[in-house]
């Protein structure tokens, strides 16, 4: 059997209660978009996007399709692995179909942001996946910006005063992968709130986010038959520079200079999942509008030889 090219989706939950529910940085909301966009760029690239077992099938379709593109609501918080309820401790197995004569599969894994918060989890043994992983995908909410949210806070829904430090997080995920060496993708999640900033006049943000030249301004992630380096590469730029201006440098240089002393491969990325905040626990009676979803798979997948 082919070797199979896990993924390991890494984040941050907010530590935010909101009617009980720990709000967070978008990994669940992602993986169900992510499999629903695999799906489409299978189809031109003539490679079929299913699950490869039952579990995988219910599990996808009970928890990610159904309350999101059926019901049209946000998703539960991933519950902690130690939980009786939980269910990211077996993978999603996606089969990508057949490229250079070989079946693929794509092994996704959503972990608890919760589990993410807590250091002692450096060595259980149900994250020690990480470190096997062809890619860990680390998210970071730029509505945990202080100066974002204030901006923003007419054009999206009001979120509580978060408390989490994405900076501890990457250092426990770090810490989890240790001397192993995944690619990482860091990715800066809802990045439709950041495009809102567009509308806020006079704010330093409105001119940054309003170049229609910048690679964050388009999404060809569905045109490209082969995994675009150049456009890649502009972004992981541009994403930098952002994070610099989040006042987030220091993610950067955690992954410039990791604590460990393993430099990983890594590029950084921006994505929305939703493409619109929710309102309320609805989705947006706009829908779901995913902006740039595929570019970290599709880059961990390229470096495996996959779909390039
Ligand atoms: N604006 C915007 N909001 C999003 C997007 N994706 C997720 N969200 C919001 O973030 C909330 C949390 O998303 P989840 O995917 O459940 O977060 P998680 O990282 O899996 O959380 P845990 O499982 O608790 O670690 C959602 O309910 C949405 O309100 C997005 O693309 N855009
Ligand atoms: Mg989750």
């Given at each position: 059997m082919p070797l199979p090219t896990p993924l390991g989706v890494a984040g941050l939950a907010d530590h935010v209660h909101r009617n009980g529910r720990c709000r967070a940085t978008g990994k669940t909301v992602y993986i169900a978009v992510l499999v629903k966009t695999l799906q489409l760029l299978g189809e031109r690239l003539n490679c079929v996007v299913e699950p490869a077992t039952a579990e995988t099938e219910m599990v996808y379709r009970e928890l990610y399709e159904k309350p999101l593109y059926e019901e049209r609501?946000?998703?539960?918080?991933?519950?902690?692995?130690?939980?009786?309820?939980?269910?990211?401790?077996?993978?999603?197995?996606?089969?990508?179909?057949?490229?250079?004569?070989?079946r693929q599969y794509l092994v996704l894994r959503d972990v608890a942001g919760e589990d993410l918060e807590n250091p002692n989890n450096v060595h259980v043994q149900h994250m020690r996946f990480f470190a096997q992983a062809d890619g860990v995908v680390f998210m970071f909410d730029p509505l945990k910006v202080e100066s974002v949210r204030q901006q923003?806070?007419?054009?999206?829904?009001?979120?509580?005063?978060?408390?989490?430090?994405?900076?501890?997080?990457?250092?426990?995920?770090?810490?989890?992968?240790?001397?192993?060496?995944?690619?990482?993708?860091?990715?800066?999640?809802?990045?439709?709130?950041?495009?809102?900033?567009?509308?806020?006049?006079?704010?330093?943000?409105?001119?940054?986010?309003?170049?229609?030249?910048?690679?964050?301004?388009?999404?060809?992630?569905?045109q490209y038959a082969p995994y675009?380096?150049?456009?890649?590469?502009?972004?992981?730029?541009?994403?930098?520079?952002?994070?610099?201006?989040?006042?987030?440098?220091?993610?950067?240089m955690a992954v410039d200079q990791p604590h460990t002393g393993t430099v990983l491969k890594n590029r950084f990325f921006a994505v929305s999942a939703l493409g619109e905040s929710p309102v309320g626990d609805r989705l947006h009676h706009n829908g779901i509008s995913p902006f740039r979803c595929l570019d970290p798979v599709r880059w961990v997948l390229a470096q495996r030889g996959v779909w390039v």
């Open positions: 609501g946000i998703l539960e918080s991933t519950p902690a692995a130690h939980t009786s309820n939980q269910y990211q401790r077996e993978p999603l197995i996606f089969s990508l179909g057949t490229w250079k004569g070989r923003l806070h007419d054009l999206v829904p009001v979120q509580e005063r978060v408390g989490g430090d994405p900076r501890s997080v990457l250092r426990t995920v770090l810490s989890i992968i240790g001397d192993s060496t995944p690619n990482l993708a860091v990715v800066l999640s809802k990045f439709d709130a950041l495009q809102s900033l567009h509308h806020v006049e006079g704010s330093g943000w409105s001119e940054v986010m309003a170049q229609r030249g910048a690679a964050f301004s388009r999404d060809p992630s569905l675009n380096e150049v456009d890649g590469r502009l972004l992981h730029e541009e994403v930098r520079s952002l994070l610099d201006k989040l006042e987030a440098k220091s993610m950067v």
